[in-house]
């Protein structure tokens, strides 16, 4: 993945797959290993912020999506918590399901997928998806990936051990 400025990439005639147009970072540390609502709805808010768009700008969301109650309940609380009513219209897929955990190399992986998603207008699927926890009462997008979806922009997440939330906002190419 190479990023760089859309006029760098227009001069050298590079493909343009998407763009990120905004980010956001928390930091809570609360403890090593169990997530934060209010870590991660921090971050979900700072990307917002950052791109300034409103939570019904948001077409569709690669969640981080580790398959534990723990984190999936967790995630899915941030994310109605900062998109609201507008949560329960987003389709939302978590491509772990598909690759594993990479630790540090998930995000970039996941950047690229969403983008080739979005791209292709296809809602990727949660592979394995049988029963989704109660908390966890979103449109999961499970086990069969859902053709012509239409998708301009599109939350990706990562939050890691210790607390550190990071999520984009990727928007197709112009």
């Not at 899915?76 to 772990?96: E, F, M, N, Q």
């Not at 109660?134 to 012509?148: G, I």
Request: glycine residues 10%; aromatic residues 2%; charged residues 15%.
């Amino acid at each position: 993945m190479v990023l760089e400025a859309g006029d760098a990439a227009g001069v050298r005639g590079a493909t343009i797959h998407g763009e990120i147009i905004g980010y956001g970072l928390s930091t809570d540390a609360g403890h090593i290993t169990r997530p934060s609502v209010d870590g991660q709805a921090a971050a979900l808010r700072a990307t917002l912020q950052s791109a300034a768009l409103a939570p019904s700008d948001i077409d569709a969301i690669n969640a981080h999506g580790t398959g534990t109650l723990a984190n999936d309940s967790t995630e899915t609380t941030a994310i109605k918590t900062v998109l609201g009513d507008h949560a329960r219209k987003v389709p939302i897929s978590a491509a772990k399901a598909m690759h594993g955990h990479l630790l540090g190399a998930a995000g970039a992986l996941e950047c690229v997928l969403s983008l080739l998603a979005m791209r292709h207008q296809v809602a990727l699927p949660t592979l394995h998806l049988k029963t989704p926890y109660p908390e966890c009462d979103l449109d999961y997008v499970a086990n069969v990936a859902r053709d012509n979806t239409v998708v301009r922009t599109m939350l990706s997440t990562s939050f890691a051990f210790g607390g550190t939330n990071a999520v984009l906002v990727l928007r197709t190419a112009s």
